[in-house]
């Protein structure tokens, strides 16, 4: 079964900096998709950027971007330039292929944006 | 583009008593899912709909939830009777047949049963 591990549960960075979210996963699969999800204290939960494994571009949306490393199972998100409205609770997901809804979550990274 | 809707966005109701949310997923998803978030268990998918139909409820606690789906816009989620225990924030998120697509998520309801 596939598993998805964040080992972070907090971070914290200051204003307009640069930080790194970790994700790694286990997998036996070779197509599959993965995401990051942003759930700010709204709680509304929010596609942030998504990455096909077969894929070998590194996704980028504005000021997010992954580092995906397929053999390494590691699926990182970067926020650049970070502003007070990036804290908030931020998941990864996985899917695989062959499955067309089933998401695997990892626990979440708590993400602090110091002013 | 409108999202997800969802309502209401919060509940409070008295344990034993009838409570249904409701869902309206983005103009032309075919696939709709409910979620269920608490503290202890995290993000738990209760059940998932593909072109109106029900593909997997296993996820669904007991027989007090029920969910329908009576066309392409419109689903409920019905929880008879509530219990305290039910207290969580319930998620309704669509996505559509395109295969890298994410899902995308409503922005919850808050349920409180006392």
């Known amino acids: 079964a596939q598993t998805v591990t964040q080992s972070q549960p907090e971070m914290s960075v200051q204003e307009a900096e640069t930080v790194t979210l970790s994700c790694t996963y286990d997998t036996s699969e070779s197509d599959y998709y993965l995401f990051w999800y942003k759930q700010p204290p709204s709680r509304q939960m929010i596609l942030v950027i998504r990455q096909e494994a077969y894929k070998q571009q590194n996704a980028t949306e504005n000021r997010f971007s992954v580092n995906f490393q397929k053999a390494a199972k590691s699926f990182s998100l970067k926020i650049s330039d970070s502003q007070l409205g990036d804290a908030a609770m931020y998941f990864c997901?996985?899917?695989?292929?062959?499955?067309?809804?089933?998401?695997?979550w990892g626990a979440g990274t708590k993400l602090i944006i110091k002013p | 583009d409108a999202g997800v809707i969802q309502s209401p966005r919060h509940e409070v109701t008295e344990m034993g008593q009838e409570v249904t949310l409701r869902c309206k997923p983005i103009s032309g998803h075919n696939s709709l899912f409910w979620y269920r978030q608490t503290m202890m268990r995290g993000l738990e998918l209760l059940i998932y709909?593909?072109?109106?139909?029900?593909?997997?409820d296993s996820g669904m606690p007991e027989d007090r939830f029920s969910a329908k789906m009576p066309n392409a816009s419109f689903s409920t989620l019905k929880i008879q009777p509530s219990e305290p225990r039910d207290s969580a924030v319930y998620f309704c998120?669509?996505?559509?047949?395109?295969?890298?697509?994410?899902?995308?998520f409503g922005p919850g309801t808050r349920l409180l049963v006392l």
């Open positions: 997901a996985y899917r695989s292929a062959l499955s067309n809804y089933q998401l695997i």
């Open positions: 998120a669509s996505s559509t047949r395109r295969v890298a697509g994410g899902q995308y």
């Open positions: 709909f593909n072109n109106n139909v029900p593909i997997d």
